[in-house]
């Protein structure tokens, strides 16, 4: 989801990782999957550093249960998508 105008900027810690991650992962959808072009390591390093983000701020919330429910942390580390 993207941000409206007028709303507030958000305060996680991990935004402007998302939101690399997201601009690369669009720029990478628009631009070359549909038109039939496929890059396994497309956005690969944005997505580690974001998830790597989220596992740190989660886990120090006690809530990295999320993860791990959604198999994205596996034995204490964020596992590649």
Same mark, same amino acid.
């Given at each position: 989801?993207?941000?409206?105008?007028?709303?507030?900027?958000?305060?996680?810690?991990?935004? &402007?990782? @998302?939101?690399?991650?997201?601009?690369? &992962?669009? @720029?990478?959808?628009?631009?070359? &999957?549909? +038109?039939?072009?496929?890059? +396994?390591?497309?956005?690969?390093?944005?997505?580690?550093?974001? @998830?790597?983000? %989220?596992?740190?701020? %989660?886990?120090?919330?006690?809530?990295? @249960?999320? %993860?791990?429910?959604?198999?994205?942390?596996?034995?204490?580390?964020?596992?590649?998508?």
């Amino acid at each position: 989801m993207r941000e409206k105008k007028g709303s507030k900027p958000s305060t996680s810690p991990c935004a &402007f990782l @998302r939101d690399a991650y997201h601009n690369c &992962f669009h @720029r990478w959808y628009t631009e070359k &999957f549909v +038109k039939g072009q496929y890059d +396994k390591e497309e956005c690969v390093s944005e997505w580690q550093n974001y @998830r790597a983000c %989220l596992s740190e701020h %989660l886990e120090n919330k006690h809530m990295i @249960r999320i %993860l791990e429910g959604e198999n994205v942390v596996q034995d204490g580390a964020v596992a590649s998508q």
